[in-house]
T-cell receptor, first 113, second 111 residues
Framework: DGGITQSPKYLFRKEGQNVTLSCEQNLNHDAMYWYRQDPGQGLRLIYYSQIVNDFQKGDIAEGYSVSREKKESFPLTVTSAQKNPTAFYLC????????????FGAGTRLSVL | GDSVTQMEGPVTLSEEAFLTINCTYTATGYPSLFWYVQYPGEGLQLLLKATKADDKGSNKGFEATYRKETTSFHLEKGSVQVSDSAVYFCALTGNAGKSTFGDGTTLTVKP
């Protein structure tokens, strides 16, 4: 079945540690996105990538980094510079072009120890 | 920039009641409009969409009509079920291909 796989489902970060969230898709989509969801709030865009080896900052990129070395993969690193990382992180992808449906993974819940 | 404003929740209804969740938007050009649903601990799933004015999206008994004159895309269902309990997000994708989401409305349906 085609879809988006996020791992791990739960992740814990210690003070000063960088952690990486995995996002893999087999939908052959060009564009991929990372969102942060806080309780009772909507989704806020962290980073997005429309093609391999290219990505742009979203609305809340500070403290995060990404790479897009392969079409299928778009990992997100939460760095120690992100002082409030506890949230639900969602990865999504769309087909090339504007105005298309976003397909979401099941999410990773990150907590701070 | 683009924005989406949803009716504040939470919304609690009895089974078989009528549901309306209001959504209005601000965007330049002609965005596509979407409703997504999120069940506990999961990602978002597309519920329905509309890509131009006066289009009606529908799925699983839910409907929403793209009203350009009122910049609205209200979600409706004639008879809700307990299984409809979830968080509902209104969203738009603008001309630049970027998506904007509302804050979500939590629906609880009681038997």
């Amino acid at each position: 079945d085609g879809g988006i796989t996020q791992s791990p489902k739960y992740l814990f970060r210690k003070e000063g540690q960088n952690v990486t969230l995995s996002c893999e898709q087999n939908l052959n989509h060009d564009a991929m996105y990372w969102y942060r969801q806080d309780p009772g709030q909507g989704l806020r865009l962290i980073y997005y990538s429309q093609i391999v080896n290219d990505f742009q900052k979203g609305d809340i990129a500070e403290g995060y980094s990404v790479s897009r070395e392969k079409k299928e993969s778009f990992p997100l690193t939460v760095t120690s510079a992100q002082k409030n990382p506890t949230a639900f992180y969602l990865c999504a992808s769309t087909e090339t072009g504007a105005k298309n449906i976003q397909y979401f993974g099941a999410g990773t819940r990150l907590s701070v120890l | 920039g683009d924005s989406v404003t949803q009716m504040e929740g939470p919304v609690t209804l009895s089974e078989e009641a009528f549901l309306t969740i209001n959504c209005t938007y601000t965007a330049t050009g002609y965005p596509s409009l979407f409703w997504y649903v999120q069940y506990p601990g999961e990602g978002l799933q597309l519920l329905l969409k509309a890509t131009k004015a006066d289009d009606k999206g529908s799925n699983k008994g839910f409907e929403a009509t793209y009203r350009k004159e009122t910049t609205s895309f209200h979600l409706e269902k004639g008879s809700v079920q307990v299984s409809d309990s979830a968080v509902y997000f209104c969203a738009l994708t603008g001309n630049a291909g970027k998506s904007t989401f509302g804050d979500g409305t939590t629906l609880t349906v009681k038997p």
